[in-house]
């Protein structure tokens, strides 16, 4: 006589932020090749914050669909932000305001940059964010995200018509303004590069008209 067994079924947890952990906790190690990445949707990554798996706190964003880790902020880093925001607030014509890390919802991504000079009032964006065509300005502070504001950040700015971009480079001492980007081709990009040093007059560029300049010198830490 044969005995069978019957298995019970598995308990299944549901699914909490608490019971989500990294795949890969080294943050540092290689994704294999042989994986293929799954994009989400930004319906999809406003779900996952929606069902609190992600909070305001995490520090992630959405760039062309997947999840990239935000880098921490240092001193530096957080003092040009400041020094930045003020000097823009400052010149600003009535109409626009000045956001820091805050969420711009784009195609396939949204980015927090670290400044945005945005269309309209504040209250004006309590049922929805930002979108390119409200964008007259984004600005990245960039220390070890270099590379990464110079490329992946730069591609998705690009793609999405964002007509001045600043790379404030804290590396080197200097910004990067780019314009006249290519809109959504296979490659994104900004036809123009210019770069301005310490002593220079930065031109700051809202809606296609030059409304002051500021000294470099005076937006670095």
Do not use: F
Not at 130 to 154: C, M, N, Y
């Amino acid at each position: 006589m044969s005995i069978s067994t019957v298995l019970e079924p598995p308990v299944v947890e549901p699914l909490t932020r608490s019971t989500i952990e990294p795949l890969c906790p080294d943050s540092t190690a290689a994704i294999p090749d042989d994986l293929t990445l799954y994009r989400l949707s930004l319906a999809q990554y406003h779900a996952i914050a929606a069902a609190g798996i992600l909070n305001d706190d995490e520090p992630v964003e959405l760039l062309e669909g997947l999840l990239v880790q935000k880098m921490t902020k240092n001193p530096p880093h957080s003092v040009a932000t400041q020094l930045i925001q003020e000097a823009l607030r400052a010149m600003l014509p009535a109409g626009w305001h000045v956001p820091s890390q805050e969420p711009i919802t784009l195609l396939g991504s949204e980015p927090e940059p670290d400044l945005a000079v945005i269309r309209g009032g504040i209250r004006q964006y309590l049922d929805h964010r930002p979108s390119p065509q409200d964008v007259g300005l984004i600005v990245e502070v960039a220390d070890a995200t270099v590379r990464r504001d110079r490329g992946s950040k730069k591609g998705v700015y690009a793609r999405n018509s964002i007509a001045v971009y600043w790379v404030v480079n804290l590396v080197e001492n200097r910004i990067e303004v780019y314009t006249d980007p290519t809109g959504p081709v296979t490659k994104p990009d900004y036809r123009q590069r210019q770069v301005y040093g310490l002593s220079d007059m930065l031109p700051v560029v809202i809606g296609g008209q030059e409304i002051g300049r500021l000294v470099v010198r005076e937006l670095l830490p």
